[in-house]
């Protein structure tokens, strides 16, 4: 039998829920210019082209991701 393990990281997103995320599936993370909601401090560009919006910082958002 074959076993497979991801290491998900939680994130906070805008209503305050945990966001899963897995670390090999974000290319990106950008903070926002204008545009957005108050709240997102961290935008993270994934694999497939979608994004999720975090209130971490960016800072803290590479950390938890570990770069």
Do not use: W, Y
Not at 21 to 38: E, F, I, Q
Not at 46 to 55: H, M, P, Q, R, W
């Amino acid at each position: 039998m074959i076993r497979l393990a991801i290491a998900l990281v939680l994130l906070t997103g805008l209503d305050g829920q945990e966001i899963a995320v897995n670390p090999d599936k974000v290319v990106s993370l950008r903070t926002p210019r204008g545009g957005v909601h108050r709240d997102v401090h961290c935008i993270l560009h994934t694999l497939d082209g979608k994004f999720i919006s975090v209130t971490e910082t960016c800072k803290t958002a590479a950390r938890k991701l570990g770069r």
